[in-house]
């Protein structure tokens, strides 16, 4: 069965500092890879995708793949209490995407 | 540009009663995928249409739940002879392409089974 992993947290994280989440999963043949970032009673909003081997950057958030472990990551620089929620991993599996349980990010003051 | 509706927003039902949950997609989108979140838990996938064709229906119960996208008109989402079990947030998502590329998800529909 094909699977993604995520430590359910919740991971606690001061104000300012470097947030990392990780996430593995077990389907080789998987393409693309998606953090989506989930506040309580909302829907997920999508804030990276990656395709390739690599660090992908966008504003303070850095995507990281190495796909010969298996293993995604998502790096929040500066991070901010606006940055509290939940962030979902979730990987491109033919058409479906397959979705970790999220991990809880809590940012204090 | 109006982003992926669901209504209702929030949908009570009584245990044996039929739930019908309604996805419009973003213009343009012709590919809707459907998921539950039950609390405390991550989402899951349940089907994955196009327009008249049901494409993926892998994680759909064998039971009481069914899918369609019409030609005209919005997603439907029906379950039939709703148990307590099924109280969830269901959310539906849109795309332009089926590679999931920046998928966008409506706001939810969350159904509560009394």
């Known amino acids: 069965q094909k699977e993604v992993e995520q430590n359910s947290g919740p991971l606690s994280v001061p104000e300012g500092a470097i947030a990392s989440l990780n996430c593995t999963y077990s389907?080789?043949?998987?393409?693309?890879f998606f953090w989506y970032r989930q506040y309580s009673g909302k829907s997920p909003e999508l804030i990276m995708f990656i395709y390739s081997n690599g660090d992908k950057e966008d504003g303070r958030f850095t995507a990281q793949l190495n796909k010969a472990s298996q293993y995604v990551s998502l790096l929040i620089r500066d991070s901010q209490p606006s940055d509290s929620a939940t962030y979902l991993c979730?990987?491109?599996?033919?058409?479906?995407?397959?979705w970790g349980a999220g991990t809880k990010l809590i940012i204090k003051p | 540009n109006a982003g992926v509706m669901q209504n209702p927003r929030h949908l009570v039902r009584r245990r044996g009663q039929e739930a019908r949950l309604r996805c419009s997609p973003m213009?343009?989108?012709?590919?809707v995928y459907w998921y539950r979140q039950l609390p405390e838990e991550g989402l899951k996938f349940m089907v994955y249409l196009q327009k008249e064709n049901i494409i993926d229906e892998s994680g759909m119960p064998k039971e009481r739940f069914s899918a369609e996208f019409p030609k005209e008109g919005p997603s439907i989402l029906r379950i039939q002879q709703v148990v307590r079990g099924d109280s969830a947030a269901y959310f539906c998502?849109?795309?332009?392409?089926?590679?999931?590329?920046?998928?966008?998800f409506g706001q939810g529909t969350r159904l509560t089974v009394v």
């Open positions: 979730a990987v491109d599996s033919n058409y479906q995407l397959i």
């Open positions: 213009k343009g989108h012709s590919h």
């Open positions: 389907d080789r043949g998987s393409q693309s």
């Open positions: 998502a849109s795309s332009a392409g089926g590679s999931n590329t920046e998928a966008f």
